[in-house]
């Protein structure tokens, strides 16, 4: 499967932003979709996810209240709407999936595929 993730940019301190991820194929319902992020020198972290089955969702605690994941099987789509953005969420944000998988979505190496990354800015 093949992630194109869009929609970072700079926006300042309390606002807000909408990141898609469009992948390919015809078996996206059965893809658990997460998204990561890489803020500058510092090592890729957890955001989100999304269960390929039951929609279980999970959140990092640093997110949990102001990111919500969501996902449109019908349009092979997960979104990641950020909402009162501090400059700390500053990263680049990378989507990802792996097949029909239940377990540490924590873990970035249980993640088969990968977007190419969008970058976002917080302002201060």
């Known amino acids: 499967v093949q992630l194109q993730a869009s929609g970072g940019g700079l926006v300042q301190d309390g606002g807000s932003l909408r990141l898609s991820c469009a992948a390919s194929?015809?078996?996206?319902?059965?893809?658990?979709m997460g998204w990561f992020r890489q803020a500058p020198g510092k090592e890729r972290e957890f955001v989100s996810a999304?269960?390929?089955?039951?929609?279980?969702?999970y959140y990092a605690d640093s997110v949990k209240g102001r990111f919500t994941i969501s996902r449109d099987d019908a349009k092979n789509t997960v979104y990641l709407q950020m909402n009162s953005l501090k400059p700390e969420d500053t990263a680049v944000y990378y989507c990802?999936?792996?097949?029909?998988?239940?377990?540490?979505?924590?873990?970035?190496?249980?993640?088969?595929?990968w977007g190419q990354g969008t970058l976002v800015t917080v302002s201060s």
């Open positions: 990802a999936a792996v097949r029909r998988y239940s377990g540490n979505y924590y873990d970035q190496n249980v993640f088969d595929y």
């Open positions: 194929g015809r078996t996206f319902s059965m893809y658990t």
């Open positions: 999304a269960n390929w089955n039951g929609g279980s969702i």
